[in-house]
């Protein structure tokens, strides 16, 4: 059994561009989650999937980010026009769709520079 | 709101050495959820333990313990002699059902031990 996977590990890009990231929760994972981490923080909640749907955005998701989840299985996190503040490791979370609540269990991460 | 606080930012303790980690929580919330989650050097976040607000028993698992008392709205987390392995970013994470499912991170405790 695999854990959570994300790709890539890291992203390197230039102002402006645009990027996307993957990720692949735990097999028979209903829920997934994107937060975002910068240096000496703990991660900041993004947005939440219960199975193909969208339940919840925080603030923090501006315009330029876009989460999808079309078949309730893999995430990809796109931002657009990206930003120096941008940078930061974005880490995609799964838990079991039973209950409320449960232990979320976190992948990798996908770290992302914006030169 | 909601809020978790994590006041040691850091602590550097010599093997063997038995150490507790603060966490202290916000929220007017009755029914929550508690969460500890450590994160090594290679950086993915990992599990330890969940607690519910009705569950004010304190847990064991091996060299952790966990302190829960909801009068000081604590919830601390204690290693009984320290080990190199131990060294980590310690976060501690509160879920309330009406911010839906996503945690809520404290800023983290970095744990030093040395040999």
């Known amino acids: 059994d695999t854990g959570v996977s994300q790709d890539p590990r890291h992203k390197i890009t230039k102002r402006g561009q645009n990027v996307t990231f993957r990720c692949d929760p735990i097999?028979?994972?209903?829920?997934l989650y994107w937060y975002r981490q910068t240096l000496g923080q703990g991660p900041e909640f993004l947005t939440y999937?219960?199975?193909?749907?969208?339940?919840?955005k925080s603030r923090l998701l501006s315009d330029r980010f876009s989460a999808e989840r079309p078949k309730g299985s893999f995430s990809t996190l796109e931002i657009q026009r990206t930003e120096q503040g941008d940078s930061a490791m974005y880490l995609c979370?799964?838990?079991?769709?039973?209950?409320?609540?449960?232990?979320?269990?976190f992948g990798p991460g996908t770290r992302l520079t914006v030169l | 709101a909601q809020k978790v606080t994590q006041a040691q930012t850091e602590i550097s303790v010599v093997e063997k050495e038995d150490v507790t980690l603060d966490c202290v929580y916000e929220?007017?919330?009755?029914?929550?959820?508690l969460f500890w989650y450590k994160q090594p050097p290679s950086g993915e976040l990992v599990f330890l333990i969940r607690?519910?607000?009705?569950?004010?028993q304190n847990e064991i698992s091996g060299r952790y313990s966990w302190n829960f008392q909801k009068s000081t709205s604590s919830f601390n987390f204690t290693i009984t002699a320290s080990q190199v392995v131990d060294s980590a970013v310690y976060f501690c994470?509160?879920?309330?059902?009406?911010?839906?499912?996503?945690?809520?991170f404290g800023k983290g405790t970095t744990l030093s031990v040395s040999s």
């Open positions: 999937f219960q199975n193909e749907a969208q339940l919840e």
């Open positions: 929220t007017r919330d009755t029914t929550y959820y």
């Open positions: 979370a799964s838990s079991p769709g039973q209950g409320v609540n449960n232990e979320q269990f």
């Open positions: 097999s028979e994972h209903n829920r």
């Open positions: 994470a509160l879920s309330v059902n009406q911010a839906g499912t996503a945690l809520i």
């Open positions: 607690r519910n607000s009705f569950d004010e």
